[in-house]
């Protein structure tokens, strides 16, 4: 798999195409190691190089690493075949070998055993990307920015990382905390709270957290990033801040009360702000990027959970939460990527990343989209029995068993972050139907716009149509089939969690057979996705037969009313569209969007009774108010650095020498001592 | 010949306070009849100069049978989003036949359109040789909410070319009828709005309120709307008895008492003050220079009402007591409504109590010198009046033939057409969901305005 990997990135420059097909051995292989390794339970490792007696450069596959790659390898292989039919000339030559690097960065960085070597994989992976997202198109200027911000933001995450990471050395004497049992760090007091701390901002920056959400969305959506670079960088480099975060926090062992209420409130932050500018934003990839920060809260609300469960010892709360996280990983990245492939494909062959843009193209060419985004806006939506309703249901459900916990503060942060995820959870909709309606399929367009270039678009958007149903199977499959996600994830937990979280929650009732029902808690919920979607489709069945066969009930179709008038042409001005859609949200919520509406009046004399032509300009802002506090630091920074470069650096270089001489004399001093 | 309040001149130059009310074209001419509101005068002049090139939009809405009209020339809105939303003219919301052009950038209103003349009939052009008696009918009909105004309205032009000098009993009965339609087209305002507001129980006791004044208007003159009660030179109805006089001021009373109780509690309704107030907010200096006539101009300060500024007999020998109010926001119009059917009361108490004992149809041709005759042209062929109809101002201009005595022109300028533009402009900025609240305190009505 590595050296499939491996080989992919080398080729890149000289065929693309191949370098893709050795992305997709690599991703099978993947799977499939990852499948062997989750279901028989074994591990597997590998010493690269013993530095010390304690520490070593190690892989090793455990059940689970192994989910995480599992998932990863999932998106994987559907961004690889997608690139195939996606990247053509509009890239050049590098994008694929840059891809298939982040990848296997990636890889790195899930299979490492050791702390030197995940930060090797993390370093190298936000270097990858970095670079995959100055291949953007657009105003260079921007998405020059945008990468150097997204670097930024990646190297104030290292160290973070770092600084957890010296924590656990400390504390435990070596780098292999990765690769050992869980609550293999021994740590108390303000030490742990310390490396939770630091690994809690380390992370959070990959996955988006509020307040440092800016990480997430600003890159993928400024740079207007190729659409295969976005789904990685969306799903499966989050995905990476998710595994590095949970494996942090379950090798700790032990608690903190307001851990758990810091990772609550963060996340039920997040998820809301989220929701809220996913649904204003009007940019192809901003939104999906917004609603990635959405569920990485959610995935925070989880993990809080977990935590507070623990400390209360309320085993099995904690670990259907803590599963309950890793069910919206799964989920989450692949109707993830499926979103940000299928509206990256439409709005390449619309040539805009605007949802408002309704530059006309071909019917044919928008229907690949029609049911894979359906299913996928559903998912993100949390309806059932599709994968994103299970997770959310099973997050949610956690979240109603606050009443369990010790003591009333504990509750009361429970319940109302259970609040705003339940209104995270609605307004998202209003993000995804502005999603699935302005950028996949309306308004449309009927086929008598054909040149020879839409010609070759439609036979190459067929092509990929076949990818788009890859992530449609998953993501019913992943809903449906939620009783082996959820073995999957107990499996992959095992020697974390405290309980036999599988037998005990996964059972029948009520005549479902046994293993179909996942209950929440004993007692409390339970539901059955299984069971639901055969009743949904049993439910189907007779309206559909009604509609298919019976003569007399055949479905009747009219033309739409327009108040009396004619139906306006699909180019006329008179065509709702995507901003005005959430506009409402931008002027109710007026407080938090910072909303500036601009209504200037150019033109135009109003005299009794007789008017002259008038003309309007109207400008309307939406703003991230912690763009601006970054904004404002960047600032700062920048002069500095300007005073920094303006007052040390011109130096004689005499003087500098000596410093370097008198550096490194120091070094080897103080590593001489320690030995 | 022409009464101390018109005034015959020319006028070059709008500004200040003149407003034009309207302009017509007759014998080849191009007339105005502008209204000095600070001296409250009419005036009558040729076309001012001044307005040059300019397309008048009262011009301009004077097209045929079935075609629409946008009550805008050309602007144009640019920015990010903004799109047209067409809004009638078959919809929910709007009651009659009527549409708007909402340019909007979502929710909220950049620039409203009035779409007009869905409903045109032509009234002006049918007309055209009829006798005046028969066109009575048409032109009474024209607008159904307003018809005691329209009748009254025409009628009092018409005998003025034909000199007739009729009975005072019979102007001070069309007067109590335009007393009582102002109040039951008040009320109906009124209840429009809170049903705008879901208000639905008082709602509908204020419907109950008009529907018994509609009774008294059937019980009275013939018709719950007041069609046919007039003809030329007479009424078909009255003189009333002394106690049908008092019957009639104490039902009306008791109507008004009720529905001061129905306001109070309306007005203690935060829902429905929230909805009104700081709604559709319409300047002084707008609705002067857009031309808002009756309650909507009162409501924003503007001191102007046909009974003051053009007192026809009887309005030039009773009390009234104008209301306004200078916030100009759609409480201020509700306000200025509520405040005049309590007036109109006073005013109905008082026509009631001194209605002159005259023989009511014994028209008589006016001697030359009467100054209470209304204005004519030298040539005695065409003259005009003014009603202040409960939505505001409504002219007439009137020409008949010298030979046959046939109607040769006529022009209607309703109160409803020059208050669609301070409606546009009122809601400019506002959101979506005020709409209806400000097009119900306008009062504007399409049949009115379409004719």
New interface residues.
């Given amino acids: 798999m590595f050296i499939s990997f491996i080989i992919g990135s080398l080729i890149g420059r000289i065929s693309k195409k191949v370098s893709y097909f050795f992305g997709i051995i690599g991703s099978v292989l993947g799977i499939v190691l990852a499948l062997l390794v989750l279901l028989t339970g074994s591990s597997l490792e590998f010493d690269l190089w013993k530095t010390t007696q304690t520490s070593s450069f190690e892989f090793f596959v455990s059940p689970f690493n192994s989910y995480f790659l599992l998932i990863s390898c999932f998106v994987w292989l559907g961004t690889c075949v997608y690139s195939i039919g996606y990247d053509d000339e509009d890239y050049t030559n590098d994008l694929s070998s840059l891809l298939i690097f982040t990848i296997l960065s990636m890889v790195v960085t899930i299979l490492s055993g050791d702390s030197i070597s995940f930060l090797v994989g993390w370093e190298s992976m936000t270097i990858a990307s970095f670079f995959m997202i100055l291949k953007g198109k657009g105003n260079a200027d921007t998405i020059r920015k945008a990468a150097f911000l997204f670097l930024a933001f990646g190297e104030v995450s290292t160290v973070f990382i770092m600084l957890s990471f010296s924590g656990i050395f400390s504390s435990i004497g070596n780098f292999n905390f990765l690769a050992s049992s869980s609550s293999a760090i021994h740590a108390s007091g303000p030490l742990s709270s310390w490396i939770l701390v630091t690994a809690l901002i380390g992370f959070g920056l990959k996955m988006g957290i509020a307040p440092f959400h800016m990480s997430e969305w600003l890159p993928i959506a400024h740079s207007n990033a190729p659409s295969n670079a976005s789904a990685l960088l969306s799903s499966t480099l989050t995905l990476m801040g998710v595994y590095g975060f949970i494996n942090v926090v379950v090798h700790l062992g032990q608690y903190e009360l307001w851990w758990g209420w810091i990772t609550l409130v963060m996340g039920g932050i997040s998820a809301l702000l989220g929701s809220l500018f996913a649904s204003v934003s009007e940019h192809t990839k901003g939104l999906p990027a917004y609603s990635t920060i959405e569920n990485n809260g959610l995935i925070f609300v989880a993990v809080g959970t977990f935590i507070l469960a623990s400390y209360y010892h309320l085993t099995l709360l904690g670990d259907f939460a803590l599963i309950a996280a890793l069910y919206h990983a799964f989920s989450h990245s692949i109707s993830k990527a499926s979103l940000f492939l299928v509206m990256g494909w439409i709005s390449k062959i619309k040539k805009s990343f605007d949802l408002n843009n309704q530059n006309p193209i071909s019917k044919t060419v928008r229907q690949v989209g029609y049911f894979p985004g359906l299913f996928t806006i559903l998912s993100l939506s949390a309806v059932p029995p599709l994968a994103g309703f299970v997770s959310e249901w099973m997050i949610l459900e956690t979240l109603f068993q606050s009443f369990r916990f010790g003591d009333i503060a504990s509750q009361i942060i429970g319940t109302i972050v259970g609040a705003i995820t339940a209104l995270a959870a609605g307004i998202i909709i209003i993000a995804m139907t502005k999603a699935y309606g302005f950028g996949i399929i309306w308004p449309e367009m009927k086929d008598d716009l054909e040149t020879k270039e839409t010609k070759s678009k439609i036979e190459r958007s067929k092509s990929i149509k076949g990818i788009f149903y890859y992530f449609l199977f998953l993501i019913l499959g992943i809903g449906v089939a939620a009783p082996v996600i959820f073995l999957l994830a107990s499996n992959s937990l095992s020697q974390i969690l405290h309980t036999k979280v599988f037998d005990s929650l996964v059972t029948g009732l009520l005549g479902i057979p046994t293993y179909f029902v996942i209950l929440s808690g004993k007692p409390f919920g339970g539901f059955s996705p299984t069971f639901t979607a055969v009743f949904m489709v049993c439910l189907m069945i007779v309206p559909v037969a009604i509609s298919r066969l019976g003569d007399k009930w055949r479905i009747r179709r009219t033309f739409g009313w327009f108040g009396g008038q004619t139906q306006p042409s699909a180019t006329s001005s008179e065509l709702y569209n995507s901003f005005s859609y959430s506009t409402p949200l931008r002027i109710m919520l007026k407080f938090l969007f910072k909303t500036k509406e601009k209504i200037v009046e150019i033109g135009g004399v109003r005299r009794p009774i007789i008017l002259s032509p008038e003309e309007y300009f109207v400008e309307v802002e939406v703003l991230d108010v912690f763009k601006q506090i970054y904004d404002t630091l960047t600032k700062y920074a920048l002069s500095l650095s300007f005073y920094t470069a303006m007052t040390v650096m011109p130096g004689r270089l005499g003087l500098y020498l000596i410093y370097i001489m008198t550096a490194f004399i120091f070094v080897i001093l103080y590593i001489s001592l320690i030995k | 010949m022409i009464p101390k309040f018109v005034e015959q001149r020319q006028i070059e130059e709008?500004n200040g306070t003149?407003?034009?009310s309207s302009i017509f074209e007759i014998n080849g001419k191009s007339l105005a009849i502008l209204t000095d509101i600070e001296n409250s005068k009419t005036i009558l002049s040729d076309m001012p100069l001044s307005?040059g090139e300019?397309?008048?939009?009262?011009l301009k809405e004077q097209t045929n049978i079935g075609v629409q009209t946008d009550l805008?020339?050309?602007?144009?809105?640019?920015?990010?989003?903004?799109?047209?939303?067409?809004?009638?003219?078959?919809?929910s919301g709007i009651p009659e036949?009527g549409?708007f052009k909402l340019?909007?950038?979502?929710?909220?209103i950049?620039?409203l359109i009035p779409q007009i003349n869905f409903k045109k009939r032509g009234i002006e052009r049918r007309v055209i040789g009829m006798k005046p008696e028969d066109a009575l009918l048409l032109v009474e009909r024209s607008a159904g909410n307003f018809s005691s105004s329209y009748s009254t309205c025409f009628i009092t032009a018409v005998e003025n070319i034909l000199g007739l000098e009729i009975a005072s009993s019979a102007k001070w009965i069309r007067a109590v009828a335009i007393e009582l339609e102002r109040i039951y087209n008040h009320l109906h305002v009124f209840g429009r709005l809170g049903e705008a507001a879901s208000q639905n129980v008082a709602t509908a006791q204020v419907n109950a309120l008009k529907e018994r004044v509609l009774r008294i208007n059937a019980k009275y003159y013939g018709h719950r709307y007041l069609f046919g009660f007039n003809k030329i030179g007479g009424v078909n109805y009255g003189p009333f008895t002394t106690d049908e006089r008092k019957g009639l001021v104490s039902a009306i009373k008791v109507i008004a008492k009720e529905f001061s109780n129905i306001v109070a509690f309306f007005l203690s309704s935060r829902i429905f003050l929230d909805r009104l107030q700081e709604t559709a907010k319409l300047p002084k200096q707008?609705a002067?220079?857009?031309?808002a006539v009756g309650p909507s101009a009162r409501g924003s300060g503007i001191d102007m009402d046909d009974r003051l500024m053009y007192p026809i007999e009887p309005y030039n020998d009773i009390f009234i007591g104008i209301e306004t109010d200078k916030e100009g926001d759609t409480m201020a119009r509700t306000m200025v409504r509520i405040q005049e059917i309590a007036s109109s009361t006073v005013i109905l108490e008082q026509l009631l109590d001194r209605m002159p004992s005259d023989n009511i149809n014994k028209p008589q041709l006016s001697s030359s010198n009467s100054s209470s005759s209304l204005p004519c042209n030298s040539d005695k062929d065409f003259s005009f009046c003014r009603i202040e109809s409960p939505s505001g101002d409504l002219i007439h201009v009137v020409q008949l033939d010298a030979i046959t005595g046939r109607i040769k022109f006529l022009h209607i300028r309703p109160p409803s057409l020059?208050n669609w533009?301070p409606l546009s402009?009122s809601l400019?900025?506002n959101?979506f969901t005020d709409f209806q609240f400000a097009f119900e305190s306008f009062g504007l009505s399409y049949a009115d305005s379409d004719r």
């Avoid at chain 2, 144009?76 to 799109?83: A, L, P």
């Avoid at chain 2, 340019?103 to 909220?108: D, P």
């Fill in positions: 709008i003149i407003q034009i307005l300019h397309v008048s939009l009262l805008d020339i050309g602007s144009k809105v640019e920015g990010y989003g903004v799109f047209i939303f067409p809004y009638g003219p078959v919809s036949a549409g340019i909007t950038y979502g929710e909220r950049v620039k707008d002067l220079n857009l031309g020059v533009l402009k400019e900025g959101v």
